[in-house]
Nanobody, 123 residues
Framework: QVQLVESGGGLVQAGGSLRLSCAAS????????MGWFRQAPGKGRSIVAT????????YYTDTVKGRFTISRDNAKNTVYLQMKSLKPEDSAVYFC????????????????WGQGTQATVSS
């Protein structure tokens, strides 16, 4: 099992930036894929971005391509989500999650979850 703690959320104006961090502890961080997901009020949880165990492969949902960047530092057991050009529709609780395999973009493949961090973008 992996314990995950997110940080970096907050309130920002449209067009602004936020950087989310997720610190992991437990099983070997560098052996599994990590992902960021979000959930807006009244909606289901959806994928934002994922990164493979080595950082060499990344996936972004279409609505964030070119604006968000996922990265990881295996020496620090931390995964990041840099969010730029934020829009009001990006407002959500953002969750960090750890998979049970080196690479997957399937929601069901993510088995350990953080508590979430709120990001709110005002217009």
């Amino acid at each position: 099992q992996v314990q995950l703690v997110e940080s970096g959320g907050g309130l920002v104006q449209a067009g602004g930036s936020l950087r989310l961090s997720c610190a992991a502890s437990g099983r070997t961080f560098s052996s599994y894929a990590m992902g960021w997901f979000r959930q807006a009020p009244g909606k289901g949880r959806s994928i934002v971005a994922t990164i493979s165990w080595s950082g060499g492969t990344k996936y972004y949902t279409d609505t964030v391509k070119g604006r968000f960047t996922i990265s990881r530092d295996n020496a620090k057991n931390t995964v990041y989500l840099q969010m730029k050009s934020l829009k009001p529709e990006d407002s959500a609780v953002y969750f960090c999650a750890a998979s049970n395999s080196p690479w997957t973009i399937r929601l069901a493949g993510y088995v350990d979850w953080g508590q979430g961090t709120q990001a709110t973008v005002s217009s």
